[in-house]
């Protein structure tokens, strides 16, 4: 998927538009699930978490999650485009906020996954007027750019955040 049509995407996902968004839509987008383990076209794999998370169909993303309660939702995407493997992390990573209002880094770390170097941020919002908390995280590699979204309105936030980082670090390269 093009960088900017992901960045659109992310535009749009206030706590409201990725909730309401993702429950019209079912299934996956780009690859299969086996055993609870998403595996993707683009030559990786997560672990899916296991505690009311469901999957949900988003074009534009290789995977979609979504929770009722307490409401949140996750996205996963690799972008194998070179120049936007040379992009600087937190370029990479301010594009899955792309589209709040009001935005503000909570927190910001170096991350290593799966031996790939990454930048997480934590970052408080408003989208269409609604409150919402983002944990982004991107991880890059010479081949792709590896990206990780948690969005939920701030009192369901800290439930989700365990989910998610399970699911960050679950990701590994498969070989192909």
Same mark, same amino acid.
């Given at each position: ?6 960045? !659109?995407?992310?535009?749009?996902? +206030?706590?409201?538009?990725?909730? +309401? ?14 055993? %609870? &383990? ?20 988003? *074009? ?8 009722? @309660?307490?409401? %949140? ?11 936007? &493997? ?12 792309? %589209?709040?209002?009001?935005? @503000?880094?909570?927190?910001?770390? $170096? ?13 408080? +919002? ?9 944990? !982004? ?14 969005? !939920? *309105? $701030?009192?369901?936030?800290?439930? %989700?955040?365990? !989910? ?13």
């Amino acid at each position: 998927m093009p960088r900017a049509e992901l960045r !659109a995407l992310r535009a749009r996902l +206030g706590s409201a538009a990725l909730l +309401g968004g993702l429950a019209m839509l079912a299934g996956c987008a780009t690859g299969s699930i086996e055993r %609870g &383990v998403f595996h993707s076209a683009k030559g990786y794999r997560v672990t899916l978490p296991v505690e009311g998370w469901q999957v949900h169909r988003e *074009p534009r993303a290789d995977l979609a999650l979504k929770r009722q @309660a307490p409401e %949140g939702g996750m996205l996963v995407d690799a972008t194998c485009d070179p120049r936007t &493997v040379g992009r600087p992390l937190r370029l990479l990573v301010r594009y899955l906020s792309f %589209g709040l209002t009001r935005r @503000a880094v909570v927190e910001e770390e $170096p991350v290593t996954v799966a031996a790939r170097e990454g930048l997480r941020q934590v970052i408080r +919002g408003e989208r269409d007027g609604t409150d919402v908390r983002v944990e !982004a995280v991107s991880v890059k590699d010479g081949r792709c750019v590896y990206d990780f979204l948690y969005v !939920a *309105p $701030p009192p369901a936030f800290p439930a %989700g955040r365990p !989910a998610f980082r399970e699911l960050v670090q679950s990701f590994a390269v498969e070989l192909r």
